[in-house]
C-alpha cells in the first residue's frame, strides 16, 4: 500500500512553451524551496481530478490536463516515505496565479530559469521528461 | 494508501502494430476472461521494473518500455479494493510467449480481434488511449 500523489507542470502555451507556475514549498520536506504544484490522491477521486484540484488549490488557476508526463516512484523520491507520483502537462484556462494552501507563493518562472533552479523531490527530472529543458 | 499496479500493453511492432499478448486470468477477479499482463508494486521497486517484471512472469516475455499509454484510478476499476494502474506500451525483445504464473494462458492476439473481446477490468480502454483500436 502506497500514497499516491499527482503534480501538476503548468505551462503558459503547449504549442510553445517558455515559462512554468512554481510554488514555494510551505511545508517540510522541502520547506522553501521550489516545486511543482500538487499533492495526495483523496479516496473517491480520479488522478486526474486530484492534478486539477491541488493546482487550483495551490495556484489559483483553472487548469486542463495536456497529457501525461510519466509516472516516478523511487523508493526514495519522498522522505514522507513511499510516494508515486503521476506527472502531467496542463495549461491554464482560467484565474491568475496566486500561492495558497501548501504553497507559501506561486508564480510564473522562465524555463531558461528553471534549468539554474534546485527544485524539490525528483521535480526537475520532470522537465527533462517533458523536454523542457 | 492505495495499491498500484502496471499493466503492459505489448505490441510485436511499435511502428506497425497488428497485434498485442493478451493473457487469460488464472485467478478472480475475471477468472478466464482476457487481459493485459500486470500485477501489483513491490516495496522496493519502480513501477517501469514491475512493469517489465510482471511481463515476464505472465508471458514468459523480456520487454521494454516503449512510452506510458496511462495512469487508471477509477475508485470502482477494482472490485478487490482501490487500485491504481500505470499503463505502458511495451515491446518484446527476448523470449516467446507462454502463460505461466497468474496467467493461466498468454498468446498473440490480432487488434482487430481486440475490437470484439471483453476485456478484464478497463484493460480495452487501454487500447482506445494508446490509439490501437
Known sequence: MYRIAADALIIDNPDAPSQVVLITRKNPPYQGNFALPGGFLEPRETIEKCCIREAKEETSLDVE??????????????PRGRTVSATYLCKPVGGSVEGSDDAASARWVSLDEVKDLDLAF???????DAGLI
Chains 1, 2 share one sequence.
Do not use: L
Open 65 to 78: 490536463i495536456v497529457c501525461i508526463i510519466g509516472v516516478y516512484s523511487d523508493p526514495d523520491r519522498d
Open 122 to 128: 525528483d521535480h526537475k527530472q520532470m522537465f527533462h
